[in-house]
């Protein structure tokens, strides 16, 4: 039976994937309609051998491949499932971690109901609540911050960019969000490539099977992507963006009959009919004032509670300081009529008055408080040394101020 789903994942922990298996199996109806494909690090010799196992176990198809990137290099990994290991022949491709869970079962018979519905078969299915409810991002950093994390797309629309930017990029929904926010400007009367999906309802990402070991290292990871966020609006990465949007945009045009070239050095795309006469050149060099305004609205934007405890670093590494900026917190949302409005309000502006030296927005404090609570972010990411370093490259000026705690 041919196939129709590609299901493309990185994985590290054998508990893990055994889970994600499990899970897969049991909420899934007709087996033959998917494959699996994982991508596991080079040496990683345990989690090998349980997939040759599970190869015989499961009745769905499991693919695996040893590649050489690294988590920094995911969508080169990606990229490699989507064109190296996955059938050609599937018509939509998701990437998923082995924490992701299905929300609903007999979501492959759902699934099936949105082929060819777009006519010439280029789109994508949201289904992340804040990512479907959400107009289209007015700037790059806004494609940034609300991603499609587990989104479908479609393997023809995969072709036409081939596959997630990788330029400067790590994670698969960021970057292709930010490819379909030029996309969107450079095909603004064309269809809509990305489709509403409310029955996967956000799916549910299980946290609760993480283990102590990786669950420091997810918190690592997602604190350090935060802290580097200014570096991902540069002007390389945007006019790689720029380059892929605008050449998938000609096909979306029909100029895929014509032949499109490069012109690096000038930044520009040619369009030439029967391979000599250019009919067409656009231009994908990226504007300095462009790259300015990303790079501001990335250091003052703040939609995740973690920027604001990381920007936050100078003070928060510091129980003093972290108890400090806790109260004020607790202070501004609190109802408890013990505490008078003068509380209230002195604690909202001494948060807005950091907020402002710092050049940071004001937090969302039920979710700042929450991770102030957690344990494996306050050791993993507060108090490392190691983050603490890379605090220091990237801040230099406040950098100063922290510790050395070799």
């Known amino acids: 039976m041919k196939k129709f789903l590609s299901i493309i994942l990185s994985a590290a922990y054998r508990d893990r994937l055994k889970f994600f298996l499990d899970d897969i199996n049991e909420t899934s109806i007709n087996k033959n309609s998917f494959e699996i494909c994982i991508l596991i690090d080079h040496d990683n010799y345990e989690l090998e051998k349980d997939i040759l196992e599970y190869k015989k176990f499961y009745n769905f198809e499991i693919k695996y491949a040893k590649t050489l990137y690294d988590y920094g290099q995911s969508n080169k990994n990606y990229n490699y499932g989507i064109f190296s290991i996955s059938d050609p022949s599937t018509y939509f491709i998701q990437i998923v971690s082995d924490r992701y869970r299905f929300a609903n079962k ?6 099936k109901n949105y082929v060819g519905f777009v006519d010439d078969d280029i789109f994508f299915l949201r289904t992340v609540k804040y990512s479907r409810h959400l107009k289209p991002r007015t700037s790059l950093y806004e494609a940034f911050c609300y991603n499609e994390t587990w989104g479908f797309y479609t393997r023809k629309l995969m072709e036409i960019t081939n ?27 064309s269809i809509i490539r990305d489709i509403p999906v409310p029955f996967f309802d956000d799916s549910r990402v299980v946290k609760s099977i993480d283990s102590d070991k990786s669950q420091g290292k997810f918190y690592f990871r997602q604190a ?15 006019e790689n963006l720029i380059f892929q949007a605008k050449k998938s945009s000609l096909i979306l045009k029909k100029y895929n009959k014509l032949d499109i070239s490069e012109n690096k050095n000038k930044k520009l795309l040619l369009v030439k009919k029967n391979q000599k006469k250019i009919i067409k050149k656009i231009s994908y060099r990226a504007r300095y004032f462009d790259i300015l305004k990303s790079k501001i609205d990335a250091r003052i934007g703040n939609v995740h509670s973690g920027t604001f405890l990381i920007d936050l670093l100078v003070i928060t590494q510091f129980y003093y300081g972290r108890n400090f900026l806790k109260y004020l917190l607790i202070g501004s949302i609190n109802d408890n009529k013990r505490y008078s409005r003068f509380y209230k309000y002195f604690c909202r502006f001494l948060l807005n008055l950091i907020c402002r030296i710092f050049i940071i927005s004001v ?44």
């Not at 957690?374 to 101020?401: A, H, M, T």
């Open 163 to 189: 596959g997630f930017p990788t330029e400067g990029v790590a994670s698969h929904d960021c970057g292709f969000e930010m490819l379909y926010y030029y996309l969107r400007r450079n095909v603004s009367n």
């Open 106 to 111: 007999g979501w492959d018979l759902f699934l």
């Open 363 to 406: 937090p969302n404090y039920q979710s700042a408080l929450k991770l102030f609570m957690d344990k494996d972010f306050v050791e993993n990411v507060l108090e490392n040394y190691n983050f603490c370093i890379e605090y220091k490259k990237y801040y230099k000026i406040l950098g100063y101020f922290i510790k050395n705690k070799s």
């Open 224 to 238: 350090l992507f935060h802290l580097r966020r200014t570096d991902f609006f540069n002007k390389s990465l945007i």
